[in-house]
């Protein structure tokens, strides 16, 4: 071989090596810090346990604006502050109530809850027969005639032989979103639908649904029942079609109200045009405190930029954290960032959201090009000590999805999880659930992540030869 061939390769193998060092001490510093004097959890327990629920429009969802806004005005960023967003504003009311009767005074109670966005029984409640469905595309095979004056209990469960939850949760979601819409074109009066938990509890979880374009005198209450509530209702109904479902819910639309997407920024030292974010979603379902769901993405993304600042390493590119407002039912605080990024030619060239609770965290999904994957792919051995081990192609996160173009990363950190929709939109989200070590576990995770994609930047396309 050519000496002077030699040489290179081994000045190239040294330079390698000598890069893969310097990021293996600045990974373990990044992970030192998480672990002995992270922040996060701190953070969350104020967010949860003095704030709590943080439903958009509410007065906690400004409380949290508040205090977030705070917490990064006191990490010395280069600039703190609040972005416009106007957001729906749903109320729940009075605590639902429901009951199964199985003949006239006889009544088992069960547990029930307003989906985001449905409009409340009439004033006294509704009770009426019910019928069973595994599913929006069993309404068409009933028919009008079995549908018209009852209530549709959709009771497909999520699959428990899938190892991803999300996966199980994507396969029942439509129930719970259109049902109350389609129930309705065939004369139903009201929908109640199985939570979305893989697990028997008597926890009802909420979540949002859509009318489309019902009119607003034809929509129909829609309620979730916990799955408990579910197994009992199917089974009585077997043994008795002639059973009569009661609840009541006083649940109401407001006017859109202004709110805020909060966002902490540290300006790039050599290209400061070229945006990398890192995000959570401020806003949550109001039964829990929101702590998984998404108070843990919100607090690791604000120490993302704590740890950058508290190891002293200065990115080349400008790095955001921004806290959306309005994930859970309208999606308007994301929307509104990515606007307001194309009305100022903003490059953003990486978004990474932590939206899958604050539970260990295994890796991160991408939405990207094959050259930036392979780039990436290259990394998982500095990962490898942390047990972090999951890269896939994949969705990223609903809050970063609308700055999708064709020179941005997206990625979403993937935590394990297994026991993730046993909280979520649920009573049970609660501080108490999520492990201190765990949640920095992620904060760690995802300031390396964004640590690598700040050095080396995003990979460029390779040229095909024509």
């Not at 997407?261 to 790039?268: A, M, Q």
């Amino acid at each position: 071989m050519n000496p002077r061939l030699l040489l290179v390769l081994f000045f190239s193998c040294t330079l390698f090596l000598r890069a893969q060092s310097e990021d293996e001490k600045q990974l373990k510093a990044i992970y030192d810090m998480a672990l002995t004097n992270g922040k996060a959890y701190e953070w969350l327990n104020y967010l949860s346990n003095q704030i709590g629920g943080r439903l958009s429009g509410s007065v906690q969802a400004q409380e949290a604006i508040e205090y977030t806004k705070r917490q990064m005005d006191s990490l010395g960023l280069d600039r703190v502050w609040l972005q416009p967003v106007m957001v729906p504003k749903w109320v729940r009311g009075t605590p639902e109530f429901a009951y199964i009767e199985t003949r006239p005074g006889i009544t088992t109670n069960v547990p029930i809850c307003a989906l985001g966005g449905s409009v409340a029984t009439p004033d006294g409640g509704l009770k009426a027969s019910i019928v069973e469905v595994q599913g929006i595309e069993d309404l068409e095979k009933l028919g009008r005639e079995k549908i018209e004056g009852k209530i549709v209990f959709y009771n497909r469960p999520m699959d428990p032989t899938q190892i991803s939850t999300f996966s199980a949760y994507s396969g029942c979601v439509d129930q719970r979103y259109s049902g109350a819409a389609e129930a309705g074109k065939y004369g139903a009066r009201g929908v109640i639908v199985r939570s979305m938990n893989l697990r028997l509890d008597d926890y009802p979880h909420t979540g949002a649904m859509s009318y489309g374009e019902t009119p607003v005198e034809s929509r129909i209450p829609a309620a979730a029942i916990s799955t408990n509530g579910a197994e009992l209702l199917s089974t009585t109904l077997k043994l008795n079609p002639e059973i009569k479902f009661f609840f009541k819910q006083s649940c109401k639309q407001y006017p859109d109200v202004q709110s805020y997407n909060v966002i902490g920024e540290i300006r790039g030292s050599e290209y400061p045009n070229e945006i990398m974010i890192v995000g959570g979603h401020l806003d949550s379902w109001d039964l829990g405190d929101g702590s998984h769901d998404d108070g843990a993405g919100v607090v690791q993304s604000m120490d993302v930029l704590r740890l950058i600042k508290a190891n002293g390493y200065r990115p080349k590119r400008t790095i955001r954290a921004v806290l959306f407002m309005n994930e859970e039912n309208g999606l308007r605080g994301g929307k509104k960032y990515a606007e307001v990024a194309r009305q100022k030619n903003e490059t953003h060239v990486f978004a990474l959201e932590s939206d899958a609770g604050g539970f260990t965290p295994r890796g991160f999904s991408f939405e990207c090009t094959d050259e930036n994957f392979e780039q990436i792919e290259g990394w998982k051995s500095l990962f490898e000590p942390y047990l972090i081990h999951m890269f896939v192609r994949g969705g990223s996160g609903a809050d970063v999805g609308p700055l999708r173009d064709e020179n941005i990363v997206l990625s979403g950190l993937r935590p394990d999880s297994q026991r993730y929709f046993d909280h979520h939109h649920a009573e049970n989200d609660t501080f108490e659930h999520v492990n201190k070590r765990e949640l920095e576990l992620g904060a760690a995770t995802m300031t390396s992540l964004v640590y690598l994609m700040d050095k080396y930047g995003t990979a460029k396309p390779k040229k095909v030869k024509g």
